[in-house]
């Protein structure tokens, strides 16, 4: 039951990072690379207008759905968190490198006590 709890907060706080993570990865975007913000928001555009985005074969009601959904605002969004969902999960990864790097688990054979002629002795196996 507490690894259900574990995994269910973290992956809770994984979605809460993300989000902050997309305004973040927003206003860096736009503050400092105005230029890749605005190529990232053509691209999007480009899609949106593609024929067969604007048009698909649908009846009346997926057009109408398909214009609602398939939109720039949309496929900014979906992109932005992505991309904001890799940066989080590299995070999370190198912070459990680390923790995994400064804590390593307990080595059972490192220190072995030893007897040789009545004397007690530490050897390390390798």
Not at 43 to 66: C, H, K, Y
């Amino acid at each position: 039951m507490w690894l259900l709890a574990r995994a269910l907060s973290n992956a809770s706080a994984k979605i809460i990072a993300t989000f902050f993570m997309v305004l973040v990865l927003i206003m860096v975007g736009i503050l400092f690379f105005p230029g890749a913000y605005n190529a990232v928001n053509n691209f999007s555009n480009w899609i949106a207008n593609l024929d067969v985005i604007r048009n698909p074969d649908f009846g009346e009601q997926g057009v109408a759905v398909t214009r609602v959904f398939i939109n720039e605002a949309t496929i900014f969004g979906i992109v932005t968190t992505l991309i904001a969902r890799i940066v989080v999960e590299l995070i999370f990864f190198g912070s459990g490198a680390l923790w995994r790097m400064v804590n390593p688990k307990a080595d059972s054979s490192a220190a072995k006590p030893a007897e040789t002629d009545g004397q007690q002795t530490y050897y390390t196996e390798h």
